[in-house]
């Protein structure tokens, strides 16, 4: 069965950086688009990058020029790179990707404060 497992969350100043990974199993990754987004307390899942199959990347407003979206095929892993963060970016992420529905992964914490 698809699997989507988040890690690489933590505590970080602002302007620090974080690298989230996500392993993926139970289907062909190098096929399939996937994607980050992330909740912040009281608010709703917000989209924040995603990448193609074939390594175009696309990001939401407020992340652009901060994060970067890269995969791995090979290691059915994509990731996150997070620079210059944010208080703002405080949220859990979450990994997905879909295939006739979507799935998620469990999430991973990120804190953004001094």
């Known amino acids: 069965q698809v699997q989507l497992v988040e890690s690489g969350g933590g505590l970080v100043q602002p302007g620090g950086s974080l690298r989230l990974s996500c392993a993926a199993s139970?289907?062909?990754?190098?096929?399939?688009?996937m994607s980050w987004y992330r909740q912040a307390p009281g608010k709703e899942r917000e989209y924040v990058a995603k990448?193609?199959?074939?390594?175009?990347?696309n990001y939401a407003d407020s992340v652009k020029g901060r994060f970067t979206i890269s995969r791995d095929n090979a290691k059915n892993t994509v990731y996150l790179q997070m620079n210059s963060l944010k208080p703002e970016d405080t949220a859990v992420y979450y990994c997905?990707?879909?295939?006739?529905?979507?799935?998620w992964g469990q999430g991973t914490q990120v804190t953004v404060s001094s």
């Open positions: 139970g289907f062909t990754f190098r096929g399939y688009y």
């Open positions: 997905n990707t879909f295939m006739f529905r979507q799935f």
């Open positions: 990448i193609s199959s074939g390594g175009t990347t």
